[in-house]
Protein backbone atom coordinates (compact mmCIF):
# COMPACT_ATOMS: atom_id res chain seq x y z
CA UNK A 1 0.00 0.00 0.00
CA UNK A 2 1.31 3.45 -0.70
CA UNK A 3 0.47 6.71 1.05
CA UNK A 4 1.70 9.53 -1.03
CA UNK A 5 3.48 7.46 -3.54
CA UNK A 6 5.41 6.10 -0.73
CA UNK A 7 5.38 2.63 0.44
CA UNK A 8 4.77 1.19 4.08
CA UNK A 9 8.01 0.02 4.28
CA UNK A 10 10.25 2.47 2.06
CA UNK A 11 8.02 5.33 4.48
CA UNK A 12 9.66 3.27 7.38
CA UNK A 13 13.59 3.29 6.10
CA UNK A 14 13.18 7.14 5.46
CA UNK A 15 11.56 7.05 9.55
CA UNK A 16 14.46 5.30 10.56
CA UNK A 17 17.44 6.87 8.55
CA UNK A 18 16.34 10.59 9.56
CA UNK A 19 16.21 9.54 13.17
CA UNK A 20 19.13 7.99 12.79
CA UNK A 21 20.73 10.70 11.05
CA UNK A 22 20.09 13.08 14.42
CA UNK A 23 21.45 10.63 16.73
CA UNK A 24 24.30 10.20 14.90
CA UNK A 25 25.31 13.78 14.56
CA UNK A 26 24.29 14.56 17.88
CA UNK A 27 26.50 11.32 19.65
CA UNK A 28 28.89 10.19 17.42
CA UNK A 29 28.81 6.97 15.64
CA UNK A 30 30.33 5.37 18.86
CA UNK A 31 27.70 6.98 21.20
CA UNK A 32 24.61 5.79 19.43
CA UNK A 33 22.83 2.60 19.94
CA UNK A 34 20.16 1.03 17.80
CA UNK A 35 17.85 0.95 20.45
CA UNK A 36 17.93 5.19 20.52
CA UNK A 37 17.45 5.04 16.75
CA UNK A 38 14.38 2.85 17.55
CA UNK A 39 12.90 5.05 19.77
CA UNK A 40 13.41 8.30 17.95
CA UNK A 41 11.86 6.39 14.72
CA UNK A 42 8.88 5.40 16.98
CA UNK A 43 9.81 1.51 15.99
CA UNK A 44 10.97 -1.29 18.08
CA UNK A 45 14.48 -2.54 17.21
CA UNK A 46 14.14 -5.45 16.14
CA UNK A 47 11.67 -3.38 12.90
CA UNK A 48 14.98 -1.42 12.82
CA UNK A 49 17.26 -4.50 12.53
CA UNK A 50 14.90 -5.66 9.80
CA UNK A 51 15.30 -3.38 7.70
CA UNK A 52 19.04 -2.86 8.40
CA UNK A 53 21.10 -5.34 9.49
CA UNK A 54 23.56 -3.56 12.03
CA UNK A 55 24.50 -0.35 13.14
CA UNK A 56 27.22 -0.32 10.16
CA UNK A 57 24.62 -0.68 7.22
CA UNK A 58 22.74 1.86 8.96
CA UNK A 59 25.33 4.45 9.11
CA UNK A 60 26.24 3.63 5.50
CA UNK A 61 22.79 4.44 4.50
CA UNK A 62 22.87 7.40 6.36
CA UNK A 63 25.81 8.64 4.50
CA UNK A 64 24.47 8.01 1.10
CA UNK A 65 21.07 9.95 1.72
CA UNK A 66 23.07 12.64 3.19
CA UNK A 67 25.32 12.81 -0.17
CA UNK A 68 22.16 12.91 -2.72
CA UNK A 69 20.99 16.02 -0.57
CA UNK A 70 23.63 17.76 -2.57
CA UNK A 71 21.77 16.47 -5.94
CA UNK A 72 19.65 20.17 -6.12
CA UNK A 73 22.80 21.68 -6.36
CA UNK A 74 24.10 19.34 -9.22
CA UNK A 75 20.70 19.32 -11.41
CA UNK A 76 21.10 23.72 -11.13
CA UNK A 77 24.57 24.15 -12.43
CA UNK A 78 23.19 22.71 -15.88
CA UNK A 79 20.41 25.51 -15.52
CA UNK A 80 22.74 28.22 -13.93
CA UNK A 81 25.82 27.46 -16.54
CA UNK A 82 23.79 27.57 -19.78
CA UNK A 83 24.88 30.33 -22.35
CA UNK A 84 21.66 32.21 -21.48
CA UNK A 85 21.72 32.34 -17.36
CA UNK A 86 25.69 32.68 -17.91
CA UNK A 87 25.18 35.79 -18.93
CA UNK A 88 22.88 36.85 -16.24
CA UNK A 89 24.96 36.03 -13.49
CA UNK A 90 24.32 32.15 -13.27
CA UNK A 91 27.80 31.61 -12.15
CA UNK A 92 27.35 33.80 -9.24
CA UNK A 93 23.40 32.46 -8.54
CA UNK A 94 25.26 28.42 -8.18
CA UNK A 95 28.83 29.97 -6.29
CA UNK A 96 26.15 30.81 -3.55
CA UNK A 97 24.47 28.05 -3.79
CA UNK A 98 26.92 25.48 -3.62
CA UNK A 99 28.88 27.61 -0.52
CA UNK A 100 25.23 27.81 1.68
CA UNK A 101 24.61 24.69 0.87
CA UNK A 102 27.78 23.01 1.73
CA UNK A 103 28.38 24.77 4.77
CA UNK A 104 24.70 23.74 6.33
CA UNK A 105 25.75 22.81 9.99
CA UNK A 106 24.14 19.05 9.96
CA UNK A 107 25.76 18.57 6.59
CA UNK A 108 29.23 20.04 8.52
CA UNK A 109 28.75 17.63 11.59
CA UNK A 110 28.41 14.57 9.27
CA UNK A 111 31.05 15.27 7.55
CA UNK A 112 33.10 15.55 10.68
CA UNK A 113 31.55 12.10 11.77
CA UNK A 114 32.84 10.23 8.30
CA UNK A 115 36.55 11.32 8.53
CA UNK A 116 36.46 10.51 12.27
CA UNK A 117 35.58 6.91 11.05
CA UNK A 118 37.68 6.78 7.85
CA UNK A 119 40.03 4.87 8.89
CA UNK A 120 37.41 1.79 9.26
CA UNK A 121 35.35 2.87 7.34
CA UNK A 122 36.77 3.92 3.64
CA UNK A 123 34.53 3.00 1.59
CA UNK A 124 32.25 5.80 3.58
CA UNK A 125 34.00 8.31 2.82
CA UNK A 126 34.92 7.21 -1.45
CA UNK A 127 31.34 6.77 -1.60
CA UNK A 128 30.45 10.82 0.00
CA UNK A 129 33.01 12.01 -1.95
CA UNK A 130 32.19 10.57 -5.42
CA UNK A 131 28.47 10.90 -5.10
CA UNK A 132 28.94 14.77 -3.47
CA UNK A 133 31.78 16.80 -4.38
CA UNK A 134 33.11 14.41 -7.44
CA UNK A 135 29.78 14.64 -9.28
CA UNK A 136 29.40 18.55 -8.41
CA UNK A 137 33.30 18.97 -9.97
CA UNK A 138 32.40 17.35 -13.14
CA UNK A 139 29.01 19.01 -13.80
CA UNK A 140 30.56 22.06 -13.67
CA UNK A 141 33.80 21.22 -15.76
CA UNK A 142 31.43 19.89 -18.09
CA UNK A 143 29.31 23.32 -17.99
CA UNK A 144 32.99 25.18 -18.02
CA UNK A 145 33.69 22.86 -21.69
CA UNK A 146 30.97 24.38 -23.48
CA UNK A 147 31.13 27.64 -21.89
CA UNK A 148 34.71 27.91 -23.36
CA UNK A 149 33.85 26.78 -26.83
CA UNK A 150 31.14 29.69 -26.84
CA UNK A 151 33.78 32.07 -25.94
CA UNK A 152 32.44 32.87 -22.80
CA UNK A 153 35.08 31.39 -20.41
CA UNK A 154 39.00 31.02 -21.15
CA UNK A 155 39.80 27.51 -20.31
CA UNK A 156 42.50 24.97 -21.31
CA UNK A 157 41.73 22.44 -18.51
CA UNK A 158 37.96 22.89 -17.54
CA UNK A 159 38.39 20.12 -14.70
CA UNK A 160 41.11 22.16 -13.10
CA UNK A 161 38.81 25.29 -13.86
CA UNK A 162 36.22 23.98 -11.89
CA UNK A 163 38.79 22.79 -8.84
CA UNK A 164 39.86 26.77 -8.89
CA UNK A 165 36.72 27.81 -8.27
CA UNK A 166 35.87 25.36 -5.51
CA UNK A 167 38.86 25.20 -3.91
CA UNK A 168 38.52 29.68 -4.21
CA UNK A 169 34.64 28.93 -2.32
CA UNK A 170 35.59 26.39 0.23
CA UNK A 171 38.51 25.76 1.33
CA UNK A 172 38.94 29.12 3.97
CA UNK A 173 35.27 28.68 4.98
CA UNK A 174 35.19 24.89 5.03
CA UNK A 175 38.57 24.97 6.89
CA UNK A 176 37.48 27.31 9.60
CA UNK A 177 34.04 24.74 10.41
CA UNK A 178 35.91 22.03 10.66
CA UNK A 179 38.91 22.77 12.56
CA UNK A 180 37.07 25.25 15.09
CA UNK A 181 33.43 22.65 15.42
CA UNK A 182 31.27 25.72 14.07
CA UNK A 183 29.92 27.70 11.06
CA UNK A 184 30.55 31.17 12.67
CA UNK A 185 29.43 32.64 9.16
CA UNK A 186 26.54 34.30 8.37
CA UNK A 187 24.80 33.25 5.55
CA UNK A 188 25.00 36.96 4.24
CA UNK A 189 28.47 36.50 4.39
CA UNK A 190 28.89 32.78 2.79
CA UNK A 191 27.29 34.89 -0.15
CA UNK A 192 30.03 37.72 0.50
CA UNK A 193 32.74 34.96 0.11
CA UNK A 194 30.85 33.49 -2.87
CA UNK A 195 30.75 36.64 -4.90
CA UNK A 196 34.38 37.63 -4.05
CA UNK A 197 35.29 34.05 -5.46
CA UNK A 198 33.64 33.86 -8.82
CA UNK A 199 34.78 37.61 -9.56
CA UNK A 200 38.16 36.75 -8.75
CA UNK A 201 37.52 33.37 -10.87
CA UNK A 202 36.52 35.69 -13.99
CA UNK A 203 39.50 37.53 -13.59
CA UNK A 204 41.61 34.47 -14.67
CA UNK A 205 39.43 32.43 -16.78
CA UNK A 206 36.87 35.01 -18.46
CA UNK A 207 36.53 35.87 -21.75
CA UNK A 208 38.59 38.69 -22.96
CA UNK A 209 36.73 41.49 -25.09
CA UNK A 210 38.34 42.00 -28.50
Given at each position: MKINGETRSARKDREIIEAATAAFIAKG?????????ATKAGASKQTVYKHFTDKETLFSEVVESTASQTNDVVESVTMLLSEAQFMEGGLQ??????TTTLMDDNLLKLRRLIIANSDRMPQLGRSWYEKGFERMLASVASCFQKLTSRGLLQTSDPRLAASHLFGMLLWI????????G?????????????DASVEAFLAAY???LK
Open positions: YDGTSMEEIQLARRMPMNEAMFTSNPRSKADLERHAGAR
